[in-house]
Each structure stands twice: as C-alpha cells, then as structure tokens.
C-alpha cells in the first residue's frame, strides 16, 4: 500500500480508499452480503485479478470478511456508510449532469435498479418488469419482482403475461429517473420512455421502486436551481 507519509487522519483514509475500484467495492457492500461474480457484475471495466487484490486489501485491513454467501462489511467497513452517503451527496448536489454515452450501461442501471426494490408495495403475486432499452449498448433485461427480492434475468421468465408491466424506451431517460434528474411521468410525457400492461400495474409501477440513495439530494438541488 503507498503512503503520503503523513501522520493525518484524511491521508490515512486516502491510503485506504484512494486506489481505483475500492470505494466502489464498499459502496457494494453496503447493500449486504455479496458473492464475487456479483461484485464483479457491478463493476464493469475491472478485472478479475484487481478486484481479487482489492478484496484481499480490504479483509487485511478488517473491513471486510468472507461470509458463505460472499464478502461482507464487518462493524468497521459499516461505520463507511455515513462517509459514502457523504461523498455521493456532494457529487450529486454539485458536480452530477446527465449520464455520458459511456455511462450508459443498461445491465449496470437494472442491477442497482433492482437493489431499491420497496417490497410492501408489490402486488401479492409475482409481478415482471420487462424493459427494452435503446441507446449506445442496447438491452433487454426482466426483472421479477416478489416479497422475497428481486431477479434479474436476461432471457424472459415466462411467467403469466398479465404480470407484466413493459418498460420501453431510452437507456438516458431511465438513468435520469433512477438518479432523480427527471419524473418517472415527465419522461413518459416527453416520449423516451413507454409504459405499458395491466392499467392497475402500470399505475402501481411507479411506487415499486424507491430509486438511488441519492435521488432525494438531486431532486433538492433541482429545485433550488
């Protein structure tokens, strides 16, 4: 591990989180219990190598530890959370725009997507959430929401059609949602993105997801502008 050679708290700090890739491994971890493949899937662009040495580097450290369904945050790595919650808010409030056509990964939006599932506002029955998104890297991905979680799969589940509820529409305007830059309905309005189902789903959608944990600060600084 490099060091500043400081005796300082924040440089510390920095030695311990500043190289690529290890914030974003806790940011990850935040969320429970992960296994490395999902670690992986979260963090398109790394190999499996760095993050191999970047998980090593965190359990050396004890902030985090191996658990039998993947890696885990111990009391130490739990006590980052504020420091995140920190960190996302100031780029949020500051220094967020719209997502870049390299930002534009649908299986990456879907995967967090899927992670802010409000569960006691799902229909009794398993409900489906099928999108078609267009953009740089175009995808198709469904996602099956019940009690128990969420899945995600890249073929259809094929489960009752009167379940579904289809999302169409562009990759940007999804991500503008899911960070809180524009309205679920302001987009439907505008055209970049279709709903469409069941009417009393189709309704219901919009309650079953609470979005990033920084939508509420980008919605502040929206409406301050």
Request: aromatic content about 8%; hydrophobic content about 45%; charged content about 20%.
């Amino acid at each position: 591990m490099k060091t500043y050679g400081q005796y300082c708290p924040v440089a510390k700090a920095a030695e311990i989180l500043g190289d690529r890739w290890t914030l974003l491994i806790v940011r990850d971890l935040l969320f429970g219990p992960v296994g490395f493949n999902e670690l992986a899937r979260g963090l398109p662009g790394i190999s499996r190598s760095v993050l191999s040495d970047r998980l090593r580097h965190l359990e050396r450290l004890g902030l985090i530890e191996g658990a039998g369904t993947g890696y885990q945050l111990t009391g130490p790595g739990r006590h980052l959370t504020p420091v995140v919650k920190v960190l996302g808010d100031w780029a949020a409030r500051w220094v967020l725009e719209d997502p870049s056509q390299a930002e534009l990964d649908p299986d990456l939006l879907i995967l967090w997507i899927s992670r802010h599932v409000a569960t006691e506002a799902l229909p009794p029955r398993k409900a489906v959430v099928a999108f078609r998104l267009s953009g740089p890297q175009p995808g198709r991905l469904w996602l099956v929401l019940e009690p128990a979680g969420a899945s995600i799969c890249h073929a259809d589940p094929g489960l009752d059609p009167a379940s579904y509820v289809h999302v169409d529409g562009e990759t940007a305007a999804l991500y503008r949602v899911y960070m809180g830059r524009r309205d679920l309905f302001d987009e439907v309005a505008a055209g970049t993105l279709k709903l469409a189902g069941d009417p009393a789903l189709v309704r219901a959608f919009p309650t079953w997801f609470t979005w990033s944990n920084f939508s509420p600060t980008v919605r502040a600084a929206r409406s301050a502008a």
